[in-house]
T-cell receptor, first 120, second 115 residues
Framework: AQTVTQSQPEMSVQEAETVTLSCTYD???????LFWYKQPPSRQMILVIR??????QNATENRFSVNFQKAAKSFSLKISDSQLGDAAMYFC?????????????????FGGGTRLMVKP | GAVVSQHPSWVICKSGTSVKIECRSL??????MFWYRQFPKQSLMLMAT?????????EQGVEKDKFLINHASLTLSTLTVTSAHPEDSSFYIC???????????FGPGTRLLVL
């Protein structure tokens, strides 16, 4: 079974600064997807960024980028020019790329989350 | 596109009653829907996965007779918490995907409080 670990329960960043959230995972599979989700106080889960394991190029979405190190099984999220609206819980998630009839290949495995605080 | 709604957004009920939570994909047809449970300051735990027209697949430790899931159409899945008890109080979140292996889109969640 896959596991996802976020070693930082809380992080703090000054507005306009850059912060990196860590995520490591354990899997025996070679093909998979990794995600970062944001959960603001409203508790609506919002997809921030997605990375396919077969792609060497790191995914970027505006101020959000990842550092995907497949050999090290590491998937960190960098938030540049932090804004007050970035304050939220951030969850790293793993999903297998194998399509299975019993839906096991569809399920997301989440890390424990990192609470990001942004100081004005 | 890809909006998922949940109803109700919060519910308070007495112990022993049943509560039904609806999850709807508003602008797409969802082949697969997922139900998660989240305790305060914790991560999401998958409860079950459902495909339209078939029985749900429950995760280990989740009582299928307690948490009834019905995925009757491509836009609606329901979770019924039967004979609810205070320990069932939690935040329940659904997600939906168009096809197998596609991105999951999450609903806004339902807060359940059982007195």
């Amino acid at each position: 079974a896959q596991t996802v670990t976020q070693s930082q329960p809380e992080m703090s960043v000054q507005e306009a600064e850059t912060v990196t959230l860590s995520c490591t995972y354990d899997t025996s599979e070679s093909d998979y997807y990794l995600f970062w989700y944001k959960q603001p106080p409203s508790r609506q889960m919002i997809l921030v960024i997605r990375q396919e394991a077969y792609k060497q190029q790191n995914a970027t979405e505006n101020r959000f980028s990842v550092n995907f190190q497949k050999a090290a099984k590491s998937f960190s999220l960098k938030i540049s020019d932090s804004q007050l609206g970035d304050a939220a819980m951030y969850f790293c998630a793993y999903r297998s790329a194998l399509a299975m009839n019993n839906n096991a290949g569809n399920m997301l495995t989440f890390g424990g989350g990192t609470r990001l605080m942004v100081k004005p | 596109g890809a909006v998922v709604s949940q109803h109700p957004s919060w519910v308070i009920c007495k112990s022993g009653t049943s509560v039904k939570i609806e999850c709807r994909s508003l602008d797409f047809q969802a082949t697969t829907m997922f139900w998660y449970r989240q305790f305060p300051k914790q991560s999401l735990m998958l409860m079950a996965t459902s495909n339209e027209g078939s029985k749900a697949t429950y995760e280990q430790g989740v009582e299928k007779d307690k948490f009834l899931i019905n995925h009757a159409s491509l836009t609606l899945s329901t979770l019924t918490v039967t004979s609810a008890h205070p320990e069932d109080s939690s935040f329940y979140i659904c997600s939906a995907s168009r096809q197998i292996q596609e991105t999951q889109y999450f609903g806004p969640g339902t807060r359940l409080l059982v007195l």
